[in-house]
């Protein structure tokens, strides 16, 4: 079965700063997707990223950027130029290519932000 | 706004009691996932529907789980004979499939309070 593991139940991060958040997952699969989800207090999962397992070019959407590498199944998230907006919990969520599409997800980041 | 929505959005019930919630998803978007979120913890899938076919459940949807897409549209989750145990976080996210890699846009979803 597939698991997701992140390390990291807090991190802090000074506004301007630059984070990285830290995931990695294990399966047998080659065909999957993997994405970063984000969920501020009490509001909804908003998609951050999105990184296809067969694209060897990491994922960025402006200043979220993805550490994709394979072969050690790892998958980190790195948060350029903070923002006090970007307080929230943070989700690691694998994809088997070939299922139906449900997520597996990691337990979770809380990230703050100091002003 | 044409994103997810969820109702109702908190529902406090006594234990042994039936409940309801209903998921609205993205028009466009034929595949609709349900998933449980405890506190603490990320999402855990609980079944997916591709149109009005439930395709997949998973082993945390017991018995007293039944879950509908009627027309392929809305979709409905009902808990009969609420526990204690079952009082979370239920999140309804709906996908075009491959056309956008899989992604899921996530509802706010319903908060289950069992007392």
């Known amino acids: 079965a597939q698991t997701v593991t992140q390390s990291q139940p807090e991190m802090s991060v000074q506004e301007a700063e630059t984070v990285t958040l830290s995931c990695t997952y294990d399966t047998s699969e080659s065909d999957y997707y993997l994405f970063w989800y984000k969920q501020p207090p009490s509001r909804q999962m908003i998609l951050v990223i999105r990184q296809e397992a067969y694209k060897q070019q990491n994922a960025t959407e402006n200043r979220f950027s993805v550490n994709f590498q394979k072969a050690a199944k790892s998958f980190s998230l790195k948060i350029s130029d903070s923002q006090l907006g970007d307080a929230a919990m943070y989700f690691c969520a694998y994809m088997n290519g070939g299922s139906q599409g449900n997520l597996i997800f990691g337990k979770g980041t809380k990230l703050s932000v100091k002003p | 706004d044409t994103g997810v929505s969820q109702n109702p959005r908190h529902k406090i019930t006594k234990r042994g009691q039936n409940v309801t919630f209903r998921c609205d998803p993205i028009?466009?978007?034929?595949?609709l996932y349900w998933y449980r979120q405890t506190l603490g913890q990320g999402p855990e899938f609980l079944t997916y529907?591709?149109?009005?076919?439930?395709?997949?459940k998973s082993r945390l949807l017991s018995d007293r789980f039944s879950a509908e897409r009627p027309k392929g549209s809305f979709s409905t989750l009902e808990i009969q004979r609420t526990e204690q145990g079952d009082s979370a976080m239920y999140l309804c996210?709906?996908?075009?499939?491959?056309?956008?890699?899989?992604?899921?846009?996530f509802g706010p979803g319903t908060r289950l309070t069992v007392t």
């Open positions: 529907f591709q149109n009005e076919a439930q395709l997949e």
């Open positions: 028009s466009e978007h034929n595949r």
């Open positions: 996210a709906s996908s075009p499939g491959p056309d956008r890699g899989y992604e899921q846009y």
